[in-house]
């Protein structure tokens, strides 16, 4: 069971620690630490990918902040309740870690393979220099009737293809995890940053059964 988990949700990234453990929560006296890494794009900028962590693999006592790290995972998500209501946060669960000299620049450094369901109906929309884009909310299970919800953003003739796609289909998806700020409106006049994560789709095909 826990090997067909790891199967339909793997995480790899490739990146640079640019933050301390700050505790997270505790499961059966394990302890697990939330920690940021930076992770470079093709292009000049990076995304900052939050990881979860537990203390049995890796020295939380250690100042860690500017090493080289490559993470092995799953993406994981869960709901926060927030002024009535619900906050989908995410995060890489790192399985593995381990600590490197140097980060290659032609390395693939971030890397996401999902095999899931459609869970919301897929939204297609055109920014205004034309360019298509489709959003997917994908469900991908784990054990004991448990299931991660992964926002996933399709691009071009990806985006026509998912923009077909119904509730209920099952899809793998290939890609990248990326970050991306956002203005949140809290009140009339209030506002505040916020990070969104999402899979930035490169591939993706409906299983057929």
């Keep these: 069971m826990i090997d067909k988990v790891i199967e339909n949700n793997q995480v790899t990234i490739m990146g640079t620690i640019v933050s301390g453990y700050q505790f997270s929560h505790e499961i059966f006296g394990e302890n697990f630490y939330m920690v940021d890494v930076q992770v470079p794009r093709l292009s000049d900028s990076a995304d900052i990918i939050p990881i979860m962590i537990s203390e049995r693999i890796v020295d939380v006592e250690m100042n860690a902040v500017g090493m080289n790290v490559i993470i092995n995972g799953q993406f994981r998500s869960y709901n926060r309740h927030e002024s009535k209501k ?13 600590f490197v000299d140097e980060v290659l620049e032609n390395e693939k450094t971030n890397q996401i393979y999902l095999d899931g369901y459609i869970c919301k109906p897929p939204v297609y929309r055109k920014t205004p220099l ?13 054990p004991y009737g448990k299931s991660d919800y992964i926002p996933c953003i399709c691009w071009g ?40 994560y999402e899979v930035s789709v490169s591939k993706l095909e409906l299983f057929e059964e």
């Design 157 to 196: 003739r990806n985006a026509r293809y998912a923009s077909s796609f119904e509730v209920g289909m099952r899809c793998m998806i290939w890609g990248r995890i990326q970050s991306r700020e956002y203005m949140k409106k809290l009140g009339e006049e209030e506002l505040e940053k916020r990070i969104a």
């Design 130 to 142: 034309g360019r298509e884009i489709t959003d997917l909310l994908l469900a991908s299970n784990r």
């Design 86 to 98: 619900n906050r989908l946060l995410l995060s890489v669960f790192a399985r593995d870690i381990e």
